[in-house]
């Protein structure tokens, strides 16, 4: 190879990204060497040739074993200044070489007349750590190379090209700023006629164009990168291609490699394809999307049906054993797997809502075929419940149906698992309310206690710290609760096994409460059901006893002491399920909501559901905390659309409290907006209260709904409940002034240095990559994000990120 390649033709359309610029001129002054790294495409070359357009500079490559001795070595005694690039470093593979060239880098650093460029596709490999540390190099990676979304317009602005926004937004999301992903497109699009069509044609064409540019660059890769690279290493990455991210154990699993992680770490140093992530002191791996893309399509091309089928089998044994059930049996339905699929099913059918994963799994429930789902009285059950959340009530109805007469068929332990899945239905679907609810679970326990069946786990709460508003609404029940729990309420307990340790205490607890009674004696019957699910019950009970206690402190203006119960029942609540430990999240968020501690708030929020997905009935208690948040951050239209979709539910299922609580939220979303109508809306909201004599559903309010009781006439019937009710909302409105405020954001100013650290966290970077990419200390990033999150006012880098965005500011 020639010892100089300066003369190399310069494309005189690309753009020196700002990034990789500044830090190639920080190396410049004291002749630093400087490591540059990335995969293919994102123009190590084409910086370096266009930096130095002006300079003399000797150019070098791996691929040239010659070079060494005649060209750098023996260049040494001369007197001027010398630039030296060195490019291609991952080809470096045996020991040989590289202590050969250990060698000669190191001397070629500690001469005061050379300044060295070093280029790879890999990040700095284990055998030049030692030189790294020695030498201190400016590093310019990936990232750094990347166009900037400025960049990308400017240089697509030097082909004269006019492309659609929405056409901007794609290129943007696929080319991840790679260099040759523009040029490919700069030069596909230049050959696109000027069209005299619609604006819906000239989309149309475009995203064709951008489709065939996406394919060109994995036409490059296979004939530029992969044809080259050992058939080893090429048959692992196709393999491994059909998860996204994989630790060690699970490549090895997959490919059947017991070489996995020396395959691992050579695709890493020969082209920096994979990526690790470190999570609680393990590691993943993950290869770049361009890369995983086009290596499925080459698995595609160049194996059998039934090797893949493998891949995705071995994927799914993979998965399974470690719990994560959605991408098991995303892995199943791709090769068509369906006993490994229903299996899981009947698994996950097995354990009620509150725990079970009914609505995350609907799309591989409703894909079985009815004979399988016939032969198995849980998954009839199952696919009857999924129905009722769906609220498809005619369907749900259906299958209960067919598992009475599937039912009717059986004898012995199939009879008996077919009986008490109906047992389950009759007391668990939600569409069918509570009507004759105390009759079917005495009737239940009869059987039961006969010991002729048996009945499934079922929980009252729904993960909601509430007896009366959680799985079910039991409104109607509180009007003679006294009576009920003397009455029926042993029998309710013993059916409901663990579920039902402490219930009765606890529902009188909570009833009592809402009906404003005597607090001490509301903190007695708490206190007492807590100690009973403590004691072989359940935590979903238990929570029941922290929500009434810490509303209790609330109203005592002790939060503090509320926020520290809700922390200390998380802490015991290891190992418990993931939707227990939302629901505490959602009640904490309540709570802060009070004291408007923004920062916290948005932490949790980044775990609420996506209502504008689909709206899930399980996650109403979310759904209606969520449109608390948006009242806050003056999201009024967010609010009410939610609000709205919640009455809707609520109406249909007949969900007293819910309509109660949804009315108050969009009394005050009306008012905020002018709207006269919250007039009718509170009026309603208030009688319907007073109906059940439920006073704190009203005052606990506070603020926001007082405002609204003193700007309007209202009419009451109960002249004590309305005494009580205006007391304690005018009492808790001056103990939490702020609670439901909007918040007039003020802009924020961050400056060029907090928001480049922003983007580059947004993309994925750490604190550590960060510092070496800009050219600070690590310790000066974190303190860059601790002053952005003042600004900000979060607490997390996730939602720093988020509120930026939202701010438009990255």
């Excluded at 910086?47 to 791996?62: G, L």
């Excluded at 310019?140 to 400017?154: G, N």
């Excluded at 992530?277 to 160049?302: A, C, F, G, H, T």
Aim: hydrophobic share 40%; charged share 25%.
């Amino acid at each position: 190879m020639a010892a100089n390649r300066a003369k190399l033709t310069v494309d005189e359309k690309y753009i020196r990204p700002k990034k990789a610029n500044d830090l190639m001129k920080s190396a410049q002054n004291i002749h630093q060497t400087v490591y540059i790294f990335g995969t293919t495409g994102f123009g190590k070359t084409s910086f370096v040739t266009d930096y130095f357009a002006r300079r003399k500079y000797e150019y070098y490559s791996a691929a040239d074993a010659d070079f060494m001795e005649a060209n750098l070595i023996s260049g040494n005694h001369l007197e001027k200044e010398r630039i030296i690039v060195l490019d291609d470093l991952q080809l470096l593979k045996t020991t040989e070489d590289r202590d050969a060239w250990y060698q000669v880098l190191d001397e070629l650093m500690k001469d005061p007349k050379i300044w060295l460029i070093l280029i790879s596709r890999a990040p700095i490999p284990a055998w030049m750590k030692p030189l790294h540390i020695e030498h201190l190099f400016v590093i310019i990676p990936e990232s750094a190379l990347a166009f900037s979304q400025k960049e990308e317009e400017s240089y697509l602005d030097q082909w004269q090209l006019s492309i659609m926004s929405e056409s901007m937004k794609r290129i943007h999301q696929y080319g991840h700023g790679q260099p040759l992903f523009f040029k490919i497109m700069a030069m596909r699009f230049s050959l696109l006629p000027k069209s005299n069509g619609t604006a819906a044609q000239r989309l149309k064409e475009e995203t064709e164009m951008i489709e065939t540019t996406r394919l060109d660059c994995w036409d490059y890769l296979e004939s530029h990168v992969y044809d080259l690279w050992d058939v080893e290493m090429q048959e692992f990455l196709m393999d491994i291609s059909v998860v996204d991210t994989f630790d060690l154990q699970m490549a090895q699993m997959i490919t059947k490699r017991n070489d996995a992680g020396k395959i691992i770490v050579e695709a890493q140093e020969t082209g920096n394809f994979i990526m690790e992530i470190v999570k609680d002191n393990s590691i993943e791996y993950v290869m770049r999307p361009q890369m995983i893309l086009s290596m499925r399509r080459r698995l595609l091309k160049k194996s059998t049906k039934t090797h893949i089928e493998n891949l995705y089998y071995r994927a799914g044994n993979c998965y399974e054993m470690q719990g994560q059930i959605t991408k098991a049996l995303e892995m199943y339905q791709k090769c068509d797997q369906k006993e490994s699929m229903s299996r899981l099913l009947i698994e996950n059918a097995r354990n009620h809502p509150g725990t079970g994963h009914y609505w995350e799994l609907r799309k591989y429930y409703l894909s079985l075929p009815e004979e399988i789902i016939r032969q198995s009285a849980v998954l009839m059950a199952a696919i009857s419940m999924l129905q009722s959340i769906m609220m498809n009530d005619e369907e749900s109805e259906r299958w209960y149906q067919t598992l009475v007469a599937y039912a009717k068929t059986q004898t012995g332990s199939a009879k008996k698992e077919a009986q008490a899945r109906l047992f389950y239905l009759d007391v668990a679907l939600p569409h069918r309310g509570t009507v004759n609810m105390k009759e079917i679970l005495v009737h239940i326990w009869q059987v039961v206690s006969d010991r002729n069946s048996y009945m499934p786990e079922v929980s009252l709460t729904n993960n909601q710290p509430s007896c009366m508003n959680g799985g079910k609404d039991f409104c109607e029940w509180s009007k003679n609760d006294k009576q009920i729990a003397l009455t029926a309420g042993r029998p309710i307990e013993l059916v409901l096994g663990k579920f039902g340790k402490g219930l009765v205490n606890l529902c009188l607890a909570e009833s009592y409460f809402e009906k404003g009674k005597d607090n001490y004696e509301v903190a007695m019957l708490a206190g007492k059901g807590r100690m009973q699910a403590e004691s072989g019950g359940k935590p979903e009970q238990v929570f029941v006893a922290v929500g009434i206690l810490a509303q209790l402190s609330i109203m005592n203006n002790h939060i503090n002491d509320a926020l520290e119960s809700i922390d200390s029942f998380e802490a015991s609540c290891q190992g418990c399920s993931e939707q227990l430990i939302l629901g505490i999240h959602t009640f904490k968020i309540r709570t802060l909501l009070l004291i408007s501690r923004t920062g916290e708030i948005a932490k949790l929020m980044e775990e609420m559901p996506d209502e504008d997905q689909g709206f899930c009935t399980l996650e109403r208690y979310r759904y209606v905390t969520k449109a608390r948040v948006y009242l806050s951050m003056g999201r009024k239209e967010k609010a009410l659309m939610l609000l709205e979709t919640l009455l809707l539910y609520a109406q249909k299922r007949d969900r007293i409290y819910l309509q109660i609580e949804t009315k108050i939220l969009l009394a005050i979303t009306n008012y905020r907006m002018g709207n006269p109508k919250w007039k009718e809306i509170i009026q309603d909201a208030v009688s319907q209260a007073e109906e059940y004599h439920f006073v704190r559903v009203l005052s606990r309010e506070g603020a926001p709904l007082y405002e609204l009781l003193k700007s309007t006439e209202l009419t009451w019937k109960d002249r004590s409940f309305q005494k009580q009710v205006l007391a304690e909302s005018e009492l808790m409105a001056n103990m939490y002034p702020s609670y439901l405020k909007e918040k007039k954001i003020a802009a924020v100013t961050l400056s060029d240095t907090a928001v480049k650290i922003l983007r580059m966290q947004a993309e994925g970077m750490n604190v550590a990559e960060i510092a070496d990419s800009i050219g600070l200390s690590k310790a000066g990033v974190k303190y860059y994000n601790q002053e952005t999150y003042k600004k900000l006012g979060v607490s997390s880098k996730g939602a720093a990120i988020n509120e930026a965005r939202n701010q438009k500011l990255i």
